[in-house]
């Protein structure tokens, strides 16, 4: 009994290595938030080490990335911080979202949430250092001042639509 849920395991297991989730590749950069707001090289090298593979356009796969279940569990994990907000897109998104999402940005560097502990687990040059934080998190801050200083203070509130009415 054991033995054929042994080898029904593995002929799954060997079945789904056929279906491959989609990569994310496209490198669009069109939008991208350097095109709005000017990223010094040291930013540059902080959001590509620490943010970009789950956060833009552009996903630089391990090796692993090949192997089912990890390439869907990956390809989720993609999808999820691309949800969560896409810097290669940023200039697209609506000037609320943006200032709540450089928010955002800021108070995970700050709780030491980002990069993750899953990630930098097993991508440790990716880690941030205290001073790669607060340059992150200063230049996060210094794009805020811009937006709050250029558009009024309602602009910045991302409106969300009223509850539904109790019955």
């Not at 707001?37 to 090298?45: A, F, G």
């Not at 089912?68 to 897109?89: M, R, S, T």
């Not at 805020?144 to 009024?152: G, L, R, S």
């Amino acid at each position: 009994m054991i033995k054929k849920i042994l080898i029904g395991l593995l002929v799954i297991l060997i079945a789904i290595q056929f279906i491959k989730p989609e990569r994310n590749l496209s490198g669009n950069a069109e939008k991208d938030i350097a095109t709005l707001y000017p990223m010094t090289d040291s930013v540059k090298l902080i959001v590509n080490k620490a943010c970009a593979d789950c956060h833009s356009n552009k996903t630089v796969y391990p090796w692993y990335a090949s192997i089912q279940p990890v390439a869907f569990w990956l390809a989720d994990h993609v999808n999820e911080g691309k949800g969560e907000i896409n810097f290669n897109e940023f200039a697209s998104y609506r000037i609320g979202k943006q200032n709540h999402k450089l928010k955002e940005v800021i108070e995970q560097v700050k709780e030491g949430e980002m990069p993750l502990n899953s990630y930098t687990l097993i991508h440790k040059e990716a880690k941030l250092t205290e001073a790669e934080k607060a340059t992150l998190i200063q230049w996060c801050q210094n794009i805020m001042d811009t937006i709050k200083a250029n558009y009024p203070a309602d602009s910045l509130n991302i409106k969300r639509p009223p509850p539904p009415a109790a019955k």
